[in-house]
């Protein structure tokens, strides 16, 4: 091993450059372990569809078919656990194929229904590795099948090329439907650790960066965390606006990226606060780079104001009990002695005491938005905002107009190639599928996001879709039942978009098709060899567990990239999602909306005063009440770190006002995390030819900056564009003591 050692490091370096290297483990290793987890029962699926076949072919097919299991079992279980993983997975993967093929060969002709067979494995390798390492797989599958079926069978392949073209091009469609999944999974994972406003890594990226270092052999170096705070940020934003304040965060974030040095990790921790960590640097250094950071920024004019910074700078060694909340509890205690002694400076924090231990760990909320009510809607395939979320996602990736004409293209010149074979019955069958399902020719071409029932509009097409391949199986002028595998791919994009009792819905739909199918093209044929039907009954059943999966992960990271994991309301990324789907929709579908902006009054004070634990705890109370003061159709939204935006939906301002009022009162009435505290809304309905977002919350922002100039603790009501001020309500208010 040793000999073979730099030839085997030097074959996976080159592999590294497909697979993506470093880059892509963390997801791959990730979905390899949720596919362990599933791999038995789509094993038992797998073996379960080969048995039929014992009563036409031999029982000696069984022997590679097992080994094909174990490899490609071996191909989800290896990787993570070497140090050669793309070498690992690419070498126990071939293994897996080729047994594969061994088997369809020690089984004998007719080959086009063992083909599925080999194909099984792709969908894994569609879920777990990038778009070009699957390009690579199905280049090598089809090669391999084609050289298979060319050697062992060529006259069958002259007879009937669709034998063997037809089940290669519906691989390619479904494997390239996963692979767009995968992509959507990877965005909703590096979401999941990137602050929507600044790019800068967020609370859960400092997790992940740690241990990359670690992993990277830096254990037991030294490490520095710096913890940034823009001085009079309250000011700022109270003064010249929300808008304003994002751009101060985002020239901050900037500035700090910039004068960072290389192999630093820069993040925003919340609200105003940032923190760099610096590796491998000893204090003398630290202390340099944390002072060229805070003259970085203050360098930095938004509007007419300069920014500055005060810091605090901790450190520590690298070790797998380094506790990030300790550092940064000591940080924080160390930037508020800067303030204290005039801002725009860092000073040198405490050193970790023994015992002493803080840690900041995220508390995902998921489940207050996640959950479903109980008792309500348990039958129901879209249950919850987050659902209807994720439905919303696969149909823009999988049923975006261009991907649906591509994709009823591709079936149309399918059926066109193959009618000297089969005949004009598949050709039409595919034609007006094309058209009914065809964006130009639909009524809507997106989700119906306003109407009753708008969530089952993709279970519908695939239905549709499905059934109109059963019917073009059967118009054939011949026996076409190695296109059995087709009826997967308009199943696909429902299994990936509804939870999981949507998945087993379609998937079951699509296997009683399959059957159907067969007993009425050539019953004798199904009962003399029921593998023909039974294989890919198996394909779309794996098919189905793979996607269970990938809705599984999707949603979850989905569920952390939008949900503020310190209150649990959704954040910045979620309420840009929103925005964009109410703007996209036709008005008449969600009536009037209505936004409201809220910030908390004096909320720096309670920080500056009591600490960063006492705000957080302070936080979450109120949005937890906030919460409660809502209407199911309502979402609430943490936009920075006191700052909260209420969209309304079919809502006007009268009503509106009241529920504004409401979450006056909720916050004022008694102590949130056991502290005192007002809050000041400001309130802005959308126009009547629809909601664009910019003008209402530039005017919402502004009416809630009129709240604090008349004394805080109360509601203003915007004016709306060509609205009279002496007949209007624009200073409709609520007071209390503030």
């Given at each position: 091993?040793?000999?073979?050692?730099?030839?085997?490091?030097?074959?996976?370096g080159?592999?590294?450059r497909?697979?993506?290297g470093?880059?892509?483990h963390?997801?791959?290793?990730?979905?390899?372990?949720?596919l362990?987890?599933?791999?038995?029962?789509?094993w038992?699926?797998?073996?379960?569809?080969?048995?039929p076949?014992?009563?036409?072919?031999?029982?000696w097919?069984?022997?590679?078919?097992?080994?094909s299991?174990?490899?490609?079992?071996?191909?989800?279980?290896?990787?993570?656990?070497?140090?050669?993983?793309?070498?690992?997975?690419?070498?126990?993967?071939?293994?897996?194929?080729?047994?594969?093929?061994?088997?369809?060969?020690?089984?004998g002709?007719?080959?086009?229904?063992l083909?599925?067979?080999?194909?099984?494995?792709?969908?894994?390798?569609?879920?777990?590795?990038p778009?070009?390492?699957?390009?690579?797989?199905?280049?090598?599958?089809?090669?391999?099948?084609?050289?298979?079926?060319?050697?062992?069978?060529?006259?069958?392949?002259?007879?009937?090329?669709?034998?063997?073209?037809?089940?290669?091009?519906?691989?390619?469609?479904?494997?390239?439907?996963?692979?767009?999944?995968?992509?959507?999974d990877r965005?909703?994972?590096?979401?999941?650790?990137?602050d929507v406003?600044?790019?800068?890594?967020?609370?859960?990226?400092?997790?992940?960066?740690?241990?990359?270092?670690?992993?990277?052999?830096?254990?037991?170096?030294?490490?520095?965390?710096?913890?940034?705070?823009?001085?009079?940020?309250?000011?700022?934003?109270?003064?010249?606006g929300?808008?304003?304040g994002?751009?101060a965060?985002?020239?901050t974030?900037?500035a700090?990226?910039?004068?960072?040095?290389?192999?630093?990790g820069?993040?925003?921790?919340?609200?105003?606060?940032?923190?760099?960590?610096?590796?491998?640097?000893?204090q003398?250094?630290?202390?340099?780079?944390?002072?060229r950071?805070?003259?970085?920024?203050?360098?930095?004019r938004?509007?007419?104001?300069?920014?500055?910074?005060?810091?605090?700078?901790v450190?520590?060694?690298?070790?797998?009990?380094?506790?990030?909340?300790s550092?940064?509890?000591r940080?924080?205690?160390?930037?508020?002695?800067?303030?204290?002694?005039?801002?725009?400076?860092?000073?040198?924090g405490?050193?970790?005491?023994?015992?002493?231990?803080?840690?900041?760990?995220?508390?995902?909320?998921?489940?207050t938005?996640?959950?479903?009510?109980?008792?309500?809607?348990?039958?129901?395939?879209?249950?919850?905002?987050?659902e209807?979320?994720?439905?919303?996602?696969?149909?823009?990736?999988?049923r975006?107009?261009?991907?649906?004409?591509?994709m009823?293209?591709?079936?149309?010149?399918?059926?066109?190639?193959?009618?000297?074979?089969?005949?004009?019955?598949?050709?039409i069958?595919?034609?007006?599928?094309?058209?009914?399902?065809?964006?130009a020719?639909?009524?809507?071409?997106?989700?119906?996001?306003?109407?009753r029932?708008?969530?089952?509009?993709?279970?519908?097409?695939?239905?549709f879709?499905?059934?109109?391949l059963?019917?073009?199986?059967?118009?054939?002028?011949?026996?076409?039942?190695?296109?059995?595998?087709?009826i997967?791919?308009?199943?696909?994009?429902?299994?990936?978009?509804?939870?999981?009792?949507?998945?087993?819905?379609?998937?079951?739909?699509?296997?009683?098709?399959?059957?159907?199918?067969g007993?009425?093209?050539?019953?004798?044929?199904?009962?003399?060899?029921?593998l023909?039907?039974?294989?890919?009954?198996?394909?779309?059943?794996?098919?189905?567990?793979?996607?269970?999966?990938?809705?599984?992960?999707?949603?979850?990271?989905?569920?952390?990239?939008?949900?503020?994991?310190?209150?649990?309301?959704?954040?910045?990324?979620?309420?840009?999602?929103?925005?964009?789907?109410?703007?996209?929709?036709?008005?008449?579908?969600?009536?009037p909306?209505?936004?409201?902006?809220?910030?908390?009054?004096?909320?720096?004070?309670?920080?500056?005063?009591?600490?960063?634990d006492?705000g957080?705890?302070?936080?979450?109370?109120?949005?937890?009440?906030?919460?409660?003061?809502?209407?199911?159709?309502?979402?609430?939204?943490?936009i920075?770190g006191?700052?909260?935006?209420?969209?309304?939906?079919?809502t006007?301002?009268?009503?509106?006002?009241?529920i504004?009022?409401?979450?006056?009162?909720?916050i004022?009435?008694?102590?949130?995390?056991?502290?005192?505290?007002?809050?000041?809304l400001?309130?802005?309905?959308?126009?009547?030819?629809?909601?664009?977002?910019a003008?209402?919350?530039?005017?919402?922002d502004?009416?809630?900056?009129a709240?604090?100039?008349?004394?805080?603790?109360?509601?203003?009501?915007?004016?709306?564009?060509?609205?009279?001020?002496?007949?209007?309500?624009?200073?409709?208010?609520?007071?209390?003591?503030?």
């Amino acid at each position: 091993m040793g000999a073979l050692e730099p030839v085997l490091r030097m074959l996976n370096g080159a592999l590294e450059r497909v697979f993506g290297g470093p880059e892509v483990h963390r997801q791959a290793f990730d979905m390899m372990r949720r596919l362990e987890r599933a791999y038995p029962a789509a094993w038992t699926v797998i073996s379960l569809s080969f048995v039929p076949g014992l009563v036409y072919y031999t029982a000696w097919p069984i022997v590679p078919l097992s080994f094909s299991g174990l490899f490609y079992y071996l191909a989800l279980t290896w990787p993570a656990r070497s140090r050669l993983p793309e070498l690992t997975a690419a070498a126990t993967w071939g293994c897996g194929l080729i047994s594969s093929l061994i088997a369809a060969r020690v089984a004998g002709p007719p080959y086009a229904y063992l083909w599925v067979g080999a194909a099984i494995s792709v969908p894994f390798i569609g879920m777990i590795w990038p778009p070009r390492v699957v390009l690579v797989s199905v280049a090598t599958l089809a090669t391999a099948i084609v050289a298979g079926a060319v050697l062992w069978v060529p006259e069958r392949i002259g007879e009937e090329p669709p034998a063997l073209v037809g089940p290669l091009v519906g691989l390619v469609m479904l494997t390239v439907m996963i692979s767009m999944v995968y992509v959507v999974d990877r965005r909703n994972r590096l979401a999941v650790l990137t602050d929507v406003l600044t790019g800068l890594g967020n609370r859960a990226a400092m997790d992940t960066y740690v241990r990359e270092l670690l992993r990277d052999g830096g254990k037991g170096s030294p490490i520095a965390l710096v913890a940034f705070d823009l001085d009079h940020f309250k000011a700022l934003n109270d003064d010249l606006g929300h808008a304003t304040g994002d751009d101060a965060l985002r020239a901050t974030a900037e500035a700090l990226a910039s004068a960072a040095p290389d192999g630093a990790g820069v993040f925003r921790y919340g609200g105003e606060e940032f923190v760099v960590l610096l590796p491998e640097v000893e204090q003398r250094e630290a202390e340099r780079i944390a002072d060229r950071l805070r003259t970085a920024v203050a360098g930095v004019r938004v509007g007419d104001r300069s920014l500055t910074v005060s810091g605090g700078l901790v450190l520590d060694r690298l070790t797998e009990e380094l506790d990030l909340g300790s550092m940064f509890h000591r940080a924080d205690a160390a930037l508020y002695d800067a303030k204290a002694q005039g801002r725009n400076r860092v000073l040198v924090g405490l050193p970790q005491l023994p015992g002493q231990r803080h840690r900041h760990g995220l508390r995902l909320a998921a489940e207050t938005v996640a959950r479903p009510r109980p008792g309500r809607g348990s039958w129901r395939l879209v249950r919850t905002r987050l659902e209807r979320d994720h439905l919303r996602v696969m149909w823009n990736e999988l049923r975006n107009p261009e991907n649906t004409r591509q994709m009823n293209l591709g079936l149309v010149l399918l059926a066109a190639a193959g009618a000297f074979w089969l005949g004009p019955g598949p050709l039409i069958v595919a034609l007006i599928a094309f058209l009914v399902l065809d964006p130009a020719v639909r009524r809507r071409s997106g989700l119906p996001v306003g109407l009753r029932g708008g969530e089952l509009g993709l279970l519908w097409e695939s239905l549709f879709g499905m059934v109109m391949l059963s019917i073009a199986i059967i118009s054939a002028n011949q026996e076409a039942l190695y296109l059995l595998p087709l009826i997967a791919i308009p199943a696909f994009p429902s299994i990936v978009a509804y939870r999981s009792l949507g998945s087993i819905l379609i998937g079951v739909t699509g296997a009683l098709l399959m059957l159907v199918t067969g007993l009425i093209v050539d019953p004798g044929l199904v009962v003399e060899n029921p593998l023909v039907v039974s294989l890919p009954v198996g394909l779309i059943g794996v098919t189905t567990l793979i996607g269970m999966a990938l809705v599984s992960s999707t949603m979850e990271h989905a569920a952390a990239a939008n949900i503020d994991p310190l209150t649990g309301a959704l954040n910045r990324g979620a309420l840009e999602a929103r925005v964009a789907e109410l703007q996209r929709a036709d008005s008449g579908s969600y009536g009037p909306v209505t936004l409201i902006v809220a910030d908390l009054d004096h909320f720096k004070q309670i920080n500056d005063t009591y600490g960063h634990d006492t705000g957080d705890q302070v936080l979450v109370d109120v949005a937890r009440r906030m919460q409660e003061e809502l209407r199911l159709v309502d979402v609430l939204y943490r936009i920075g770190g006191e700052e909260f935006v209420v969209l309304l939906p079919q809502t006007g301002r009268p009503e509106a006002a009241q529920i504004a009022e409401r979450l006056r009162e909720a916050i004022s009435e008694r102590p949130c995390g056991g502290r005192a505290l007002t809050v000041s809304l400001g309130l802005s309905s959308s126009l009547e030819h629809g909601f664009e977002y910019a003008p209402a919350f530039d005017r919402a922002d502004a009416a809630l900056l009129a709240a604090k100039e008349e004394g805080r603790n109360r509601v203003v009501i915007a004016d709306e564009p060509g609205q009279d001020k002496n007949e209007a309500s624009s200073r409709e208010t609520a007071t209390g003591s503030s």
